[in-house]
């Protein structure tokens, strides 16, 4: 769920770089090769990952404060905002609820604006935070004062856990470090893999890599975290990860280059992106990262019904973003290490 604003702005700017060839390579289970072993053993943990109808959504169990949230983790942005008891009973409702038992940051607020036009904004606590045995003990925690609508009528989710980089956090006038950013010097090894699966749980995983989660070897490519997202280079162009988007979102072209060659699709201003009969055999949709396949599967591509036997596609036009956005659609067959050494890495689930 990407955020809006200057990681954007900033992207608009890198399109005029030339890129290189990215450098990448692969690594075998077992290969530590590539890194040194990190000397002081530390924490790592998992986290639940649960899919909500469609795969629109996973959460994750998040202990805050002393009180159990279920949040969307989110490799797009870069605040960790939850429900609190300053919203009003109305907006609240069917959630549960951060207290405020921290201590209060006075003078500091945040506001964040995603690029669907959805909005929250509240104060700041520092408090403790707990994700599968992984502690941050002083993490800034947003209780949301106002929401979206979207946002409240989710009664599942209770708030978002931005995972990108610290230094475009929008609490001000001081921003705070991400969860991840506090925690990570203490991992066994500073990196987390994502293993998002489609209509089943999945995890995060914190400081460790999972070799019975994936098959074969990770892929990796380096990725630009500057502008707050896990942004790398693609056959797409320029692409952000982005675990808190339910679909992917690429250049116009690529995209009606693939509905194109289905019988029946269209362009639904109504729907607001490619439709297609739902009964329609789909191809897979080719994406190239590091010169290896990491297509989104044909299955996945048929997102949900609309109306009259028509489905909505897996992958939309990103309406002019200078960035494609490879959300669930993508990423739900991958195991992914988000690695702050540099790089991002790929494999096939197993």
Same mark, same amino acid.
């Given at each position: 769920?990407?955020?809006?604003?200057?990681? $954007?702005?900033?992207?608009?700017? $890198?399109?005029?770089?030339?890129?290189?060839? !990215?450098?990448?390579?692969?690594?075998?289970?077992?290969? *530590?090769?590539?890194?040194?072993?990190?000397? *002081?053993?530390?924490?790592?943990?998992?986290?639940?990952?649960?899919?909500?109808?469609?795969?629109?959504?996973?959460?994750?169990?998040?202990?805050?404060?002393?009180? @159990?949230?279920?949040?969307?983790? @989110?490799?797009?942005?870069?605040?960790?905002?939850?429900?609190?008891?300053? $919203?009003?009973?109305? =907006?609240?409702?069917?959630?549960?609820?951060?207290?405020?038992?921290?201590?209060?940051?006075?003078?500091?607020?945040?506001?964040?604006?995603? #690029? @669907?036009?959805?909005?929250?904004?509240?104060? &700041?606590?520092?408090?403790?935070?707990?994700?599968?045995?992984?502690?941050? =003990?002083?993490?800034?925690?947003?209780?949301?004062?106002?929401?979206?609508?979207?946002?409240?009528?989710?009664?599942?989710?209770?708030? *978002?856990?931005?995972?990108?980089?610290?230094?475009?956090?929008?609490?001000?006038?001081?921003?705070?470090?991400? $969860?991840?950013?506090?925690?990570?010097?203490?991992?066994?090894?500073?990196?987390?893999?994502?293993?998002?699966?489609?209509?089943?749980?999945?995890?995060?995983?914190?400081?460790?890599?999972?070799?019975?989660?994936?098959? %074969?070897?990770?892929?990796? =490519?380096?990725?630009?975290?500057?502008?707050?997202?896990?942004?790398?280079?693609?056959?797409?162009?320029?692409?952000?990860?982005?675990?808190?988007?339910?679909?992917?979102? #690429? !250049?116009?072209?690529?995209?009606?280059?693939?509905?194109?060659?289905?019988?029946?699709?269209?362009?639904?201003?109504?729907?607001?992106?490619?439709?297609? !009969?739902?009964?329609?055999?789909?191809?897979?949709?080719?994406?190239?990262?590091? %010169?290896?396949?990491?297509?989104?599967?044909?299955?996945?591509?048929?997102?949900?019904? *609309?109306?009259?036997?028509?489905?909505?596609?897996? &992958?939309?036009?990103?309406? +002019?973003? !200078?960035?494609?956005?490879? +959300?669930?659609?993508?990423?739900?067959?991958?195991?992914?290490?988000?690695?702050?050494?540099?790089?991002?890495?790929?494999?096939?689930?197993?």
């Amino acid at each position: 769920m990407l955020r809006k604003g200057g990681f $954007l702005t900033a992207l608009a700017a $890198l399109l005029s770089i030339a890129y290189a060839h !990215p450098i990448a390579g692969t690594e075998n289970k077992g290969d *530590v090769k590539a890194f040194s072993i990190r000397q *002081v053993a530390a924490l790592k943990g998992s986290a639940r990952a649960t899919p909500e109808v469609n795969d629109w959504e996973y959460l994750c169990p998040v202990n805050v404060g002393g009180t @159990d949230l279920m949040l969307k983790f @989110d490799t797009g942005s870069n605040d960790l905002w939850v429900f609190s008891n300053q $919203l009003s009973p109305q =907006t609240s409702a069917g959630h549960t609820v951060y207290t405020g038992t921290g201590k209060f940051l006075p003078r500091n607020s945040f506001s964040m604006n995603y #690029v @669907d036009k959805s909005a929250t904004s509240g104060n &700041v606590f520092v408090d403790k935070v707990v994700i599968g045995g992984v502690t941050a =003990t002083s993490q800034a925690v947003e209780a949301a004062t106002s929401v979206a609508v979207k946002f409240s009528r989710d009664i599942h989710s209770d708030g *978002v856990l931005g995972m990108g980089s610290s230094h475009v956090n929008e609490v001000k006038p001081t921003p705070q470090k991400t $969860l991840f950013d506090n925690v990570k010097d203490r991992l066994e090894t500073p990196l987390f893999a994502v293993q998002l699966k489609h209509n089943a749980p999945g995890s995060f995983d914190f400081g460790f890599i999972d070799d019975s989660k994936y098959t %074969g070897s990770i892929t990796y =490519t380096p990725v630009d975290s500057s502008k707050g997202g896990w942004m790398f280079n693609s056959s797409l162009g320029l692409a952000v990860a982005d675990t808190g988007a339910s679909i992917a979102l #690429v !250049p116009y072209n690529d995209a009606a280059n693939y509905y194109s060659r289905l019988d029946g699709a269209e362009y639904s201003e109504q729907d607001g992106g490619f439709i297609f !009969p739902c009964a329609t055999k789909l191809p897979d949709f080719p994406i190239t990262v590091a %010169g290896v396949n990491w297509n989104v599967l044909g299955a996945f591509m048929n997102y949900v019904t *609309v109306a009259n036997g028509y489905c909505f596609g897996g &992958v939309q036009h990103n309406r +002019g973003m !200078p960035v494609s956005i490879l +959300g669930a659609t993508f990423l739900k067959n991958k195991y992914v290490v988000f690695d702050t050494r540099g790089r991002i890495g790929f494999a096939q689930q197993s």
